[in-house]
């Protein structure tokens, strides 16, 4: 009796990025907890996407290192108005503090 050949197992998928899952760590914390990691998730998430892209699907995580990416940017961007914002009323009190004196 001969029974038909089992297909095979689908290749496995390829490993994630040492660095994707830092970078989507990061962007979290810096946007629930410190702007200023801001930043390095930026970066770390841009270098991480461009491994991948290189790679030619050899390496996976594209899509947690461009969701740190993204997180990163908008935590800077937050960061940047937020110091913004501190100059501006810094100045305007520093020129009431002037005007009343």
């Not at 095979?8 to 990025?17: I, S, T, V």
């Not at 290189?54 to 908008?74: H, V």
């Amino acid at each position: 009796m001969s029974y038909p050949q089992q297909p095979g197992y689908p290749p496995a998928p390829p490993q994630n990025h040492p660095r994707a899952t830092t970078a989507l760590v990061l962007g979290i914390l810096s946007l629930v907890v410190c702007g200023l990691l801001g930043p390095f998730a930026w970066r770390i998430g841009k270098n991480a996407m461009n491994d991948i892209d290189a790679s030619g699907g050899q390496i996976g995580g594209r899509g947690l290192a461009q969701a740190g990416y993204i997180c990163g940017l908008i935590a800077t961007i937050l960061l940047i108005a937020v110091i913004a914002l501190v100059v501006v009323l810094g100045v305007a009190g520093g020129l009431a503090g002037l005007a009343g004196a």
